[in-house]
């Protein structure tokens, strides 16, 4: 069965850091793009960052950037996310996506559960 | 940076159609993709490149796009079909992943 499962979350103070894991199984890790989006609490969807097969491609929502760094180790089957400087407005339930090779566009079509993020003072 | 806009809430009797509208600056140029979401669950991919589905999805999900408005539609509506809509695209320009705000389905 393919699957995503992250994990990492917590609550953490603002300013600090934290680095999410999601472990890949059931299909080619190394062949797939993957993608990191977040959900605040009651609220929509919010694309974060998403990174090539390689690591040769990485790209972030204008919100994290400079703050956030993605990686993976295909060797592992593992995506990684680091968030630094975190901030209030970083809550939220923080999914991994397989990008979908059957489309054209990057739509996504594996999604992990999500691991919940929380920066309180 | 590219905007997607999507109406708040739509409410449907069950067995109608529920339509839900996706708009964007020339939005008919892009792959829209439109997702599920129930509460407490992972989005789930029910149209990809405007109008293709997945495995497993039902034909009563079809979706079209043209102009600055992308569509989806669920025919026959069921109580199961509650749930949030998000619709999506890839902005090359930006090079950015863009998600509309959703909209809330209540069967009725």
């Known amino acids: 069965q393919e699957q995503l499962v992250e994990s990492g979350g917590g609550v953490v103070q603002p300013g600090a850091s934290l680095r999410l894991s999601c472990a890949a199984s059931?299909?080619?890790?190394?062949?797939?793009?993957l993608h990191w989006v977040r959900q605040p609490p009651g609220k929509g969807l919010d694309w974060v960052a998403v990174i090539s097969v390689d690591e040769n491609n990485k790209y972030f929502a204008d919100s994290v950037k400079g703050r956030f760094t993605i990686s993976r180790d295909n060797s592992k089957n593992t995506l990684y996310l680091q968030m630094n400087s975190l901030r209030v407005e970083d809550t939220a339930v923080y999914h991994c996506a397989r990008r979908y090779l059957s489309s054209s566009g990057d739509s996504f079509d594996i999604w992990g559960q999500g691991t919940m993020v929380t920066v309180s003072s | 940076s590219y905007v997607l806009t999507q109406p708040p809430s739509v409410s449907v009797a069950p067995g109608q159609t529920a339509t839900f509208t996706c708009g964007g600056d020339?939005?008919?140029?892009?792959?829209v993709h439109w997702y599920q979401q129930k509460p407490g669950q992972a989005p789930v991919l029910v149209v990809y490149d405007d109008s293709d589905r997945p495995s497993g999805i039902p034909e009563r999900f079809s979706g079209s796009n043209s102009g600055n408005t992308a569509t989806l539609t669920i025919s026959r509506v069921e109580a199961g079909d509650e749930a949030d809509y998000f619709c999506q695209v890839w902005d090359r320009n930006s090079v950015h992943v863009v998600f509309g705000g959703g909209t809330q389905l209540t069967v009725l």
């Open positions: 020339e939005i008919g140029t892009k792959s």
């Open positions: 059931g299909f080619t890790f190394s062949s797939y793009a």
